[in-house]
């Protein structure tokens, strides 16, 4: 079975062919971030109308570099949500047009599944039953939470973000600072040029019944961590950036892998534990989850750093690892797409 998979969530325009056994054959992504940079953060409308201009180019880009025909494609894959409205319309029309044109199925995928199965796109093709029971840590730009994992489609939702999720942490801190937008990858470059100081921020760690009953068991909270920022930054307006830098990514970072620490010691059934999404390309989130799970003898599975972030290649790779059912007529997007019933934000 040969899958065309196709991401247009937010600001990457993503294709990719994948055929089964899972094997990506391609993976064609434009990204949006020099258009975006000058309003530090995704606007909206205009993240529609690039993925309209971009996605015949890496339509087409994808299905080459694949070495295969449209002809070939048994289907076609689309994020149908959560995401912003337009730019899940842009994919959405383009893969319901393609898959009538081809006459193939169109099946609608949720973008976060899409992350947590990005999980068996490393080369060696990893088997679910050696992996799974997985405890996931789900971390990107828009949405924070932490899964327990039994197998493709079988997900149990432990924790999640109340407000803010880590990545938009990270973008509203970089701003703070004065960094350029995508704030991740540029707060992480700043604190590697810093010593150990006495700037600390708090872990965001809410407790009691509210932040459980919003969050889960394990539930996140970074909108006071940003606040702390400003408001530290306001009081020493000389202080040394590198080091505030260093200070926030490590509570960031403190925070998520605490609450990993948390979930692991409720089942003692885990096969391995794992970070997905555009955060997991972070250094010291790898190596604080590494340090966390050796203690348990556990291994710590990373997905390769050009899948972490949103791709067409973790698209394809849903309906090839469980049954989804194919779209039969015209579906709108869904910014705020539950999975297995939980909203993530």
């Not at 054959?25 to 606007?43: E, T």
Request: proline share 6%; net charge negative.
């Amino acid at each position: 079975m040969r899958i065309l998979g196709i991401e247009t969530s937010c600001d990457e325009t993503a294709a990719a062919v994948l055929e089964s056994p899972l094997r990506v054959r391609s993976s064609v992504v434009a990204s949006q971030i020099a258009d975006h940079q000058p309003f530090g953060g995704v606007v909206p409308e205009l993240a529609a109308r690039e993925h309209v201009k971009a996605l015949p180019t890496v339509l087409s880009t994808a299905v080459a570099e694949s070495g295969l025909g449209w002809e070939d494609l048994d289907g076609i894959a689309v994020t149908r949500g959560p995401g912003l409205a337009g730019c899940l319309l842009s994919g959405l029309t383009a893969a319901r047009a393609l898959a009538m044109r081809l006459d193939v199925p169109c099946y609608p995928v949720h973008h976060m599944e899409g992350h947590l199965l990005s999980l068996f796109l490393s080369g060696e093709s990893p088997e679910v039953e050696s992996l799974c029971p997985a405890l996931l840590l789900l971390v990107t730009g828009g949405h924070t939470a932490l899964v327990r994992m039994e197998g493709p489609g079988r997900y149990q939702v432990l924790g999640r973000s109340i407000d803010d999720a880590a990545g938009e942490a990270l973008d509203k801190g970089a701003r703070v600072l004065g960094l350029s937008y995508p704030g991740g990858p540029e707060i992480e470059k700043l604190a590697a040029t810093s010593v150990d100081g006495e700037v600390a921020f708090p872990l965001g760690l809410p407790s009691g019944e509210e932040a459980r009953k919003r969050g889960g068991d394990f539930p996140f909270s970074f909108s006071g961590l940003k606040t702390a920022l400003r408001y530290h930054v306001e009081r020493e307006p000389e202080g040394d950036r590198a080091e505030v830098a260093r200070a926030y990514q490590a509570a960031v970072m403190g925070t998520l892998a605490r609450r990993m620490e948390q979930a692991l010691e409720v089942y003692d059934d885990w096969k391995c534990a794992a970070c997905v999404g555009g955060v997991a390309k972070n250094g010291l989130l790898r190596s604080e989850l590494e340090r966390i799970a050796s203690r348990r003898h556990l291994s710590v599975r990373t997905v390769p750093l050009s899948y972490c972030t949103d791709n067409g290649a973790m698209i394809a790779a849903v309906p090839l690892l469980r049954a989804v059912e194919p779209l039969a007529a015209p579906v709108g997007a869904e910014p705020n797409l539950p999975l297995m019933g939980v909203r993530l934000r």
